[in-house]
């Protein structure tokens, strides 16, 4: 017997993955957990349903969201990650010796412990010495934080459930009294592909400019998740994210990275025009 995974993404569009096996089922108190190992993209992280990392393309998605904002502004010393729970945003932060704390903010704690177990891969920094990992809700911790870091990652579920909150007018504004001066603030920005998706779009980018002077969106290619192109926001006080890209200090560094360097960075601000269209419409 065959065993299929399904992930619908419109009422017309799902994804199929074929399963070899079910590694883990358990409803949380805030969601529905399940690690499936698959024939084509390795063990993946299904949350309520929805597909949050395969194993085969995780890294595109942890690069992007983590070696973006550290290239505009190598500085970075204290960092904020909101989410994240399976661990990939915070490998790719610890291999930064540069950085000297993160704070990390997760609301289902099941999530964690799951993805130490199942995912080792992307869980394999949980014992760094420069991490505190808050169990909580991230916009309550976020609130009594004012110029304390220099970088606040948010790697959240999509804006509904435990995620909701973390996608407010007032989120955006606490993040921005939290930074410093030159404090960048990264986010999972969804996607304008499906029509359906637009409008979560259009409302994140005008909240998020609505306390940011600077805030654009950059994307990239994800192919487990919904269409496959995938968007971020970049938002801060001052910094450009072209602009004030520290190419050479960045390749310095030595990271080997898979997916990302400077020259795919400086493109990936240049959006379609269906694309910009959305955004200039919020």
């Known amino acids: 017997m065959e065993l299929w995974f399904s992930e619908k993404h419109t009422d017309n569009v799902?994804?199929?993955i074929k399963v070899k096996q079910q590694l883990y089922s358990k409803k949380s108190y805030?969601?529905?957990?399940?690690?499936?190992d698959t024939y084509e993209f390795g063990r993946i992280l299904v949350l309520d349903g929805y597909i949050m990392l395969t194993e085969k393309d995780e890294y595109v998605y942890h690069e992007m969201v983590t070696h973006v904002p550290m290239a505009v502004n190598p500085d970075v010393k204290n960092v904020l990650v909101i989410g994240a729970g399976d661990g990939g945003t915070l490998r790719e932060l610890c291999r930064y010796d540069t950085i000297e704390h993160i704070d990390?903010?997760?609301i289902d704690e099941l999530v964690v412990e799951v993805c130490k177990r199942y995912l080792p891969q992307t869980a394999?920094?949980?014992?760094?010495?420069?991490?505190?990992?808050?169990?909580?809700?991230?916009?309550?911790?976020?609130?009594?934080?004012?110029?304390?870091?220099?970088?606040?990652i948010v790697d959240s579920t999509d804006p509904f459930g435990p995620g909701e909150g973390?996608?407010?007018k007032e989120f955006y504004g606490r993040c921005f009294t939290a930074l410093t001066d030159k404090g960048i603030l990264i986010?999972?920005?969804?996607?304008?592909?499906?029509?359906?998706?637009?409008?979560?779009?259009?409302?994140?980018?005008?909240?998020?400019s609505?306390?940011?002077?600077?805030?654009?969106?950059?994307?990239?290619?994800?192919?487990?998740?919904?269409?496959?192109?995938?968007?971020?926001g970049f938002a801060s006080k001052n910094l450009h994210p072209v602009y004030d890209i520290q190419e050479d200090r960045w390749n310095a560094l030595g990271l080997k990275t898979k997916y990302y360097n400077t020259e795919l960075h400086k493109g990936c601000f240049a959006l379609p025009n269906d694309v910009k269209e959305v955004l200039e419409n919020t």
Not at 30 to 36: A, H, R
Not at 196 to 206: A, E, G, I, L, P
Not at 210 to 232: D, E, K
């Open 166 to 168: 973390l996608f407010t």
């Open 210 to 232: 609505a306390n940011f002077p600077v805030s654009m969106v950059y994307q990239t290619h994800i192919p487990t998740y919904p269409s496959g192109q995938w968007l971020f």
């Open 14 to 16: 799902e994804l199929k």
């Open 104 to 106: 990390m903010v997760e």
């Open 30 to 36: 805030y969601q529905q957990i399940d690690i499936l």
């Open 187 to 208: 986010n999972q920005h969804e996607s304008t592909y499906y029509d359906s998706y637009v409008d979560m779009v259009q409302r994140t980018h005008k909240r998020i």
């Open 124 to 152: 394999c920094c949980f014992n760094d010495e420069r991490l505190d990992l808050h169990i909580g809700d991230g916009l309550k911790y976020v609130r009594y934080k004012e110029n304390e870091y220099d970088l606040i």
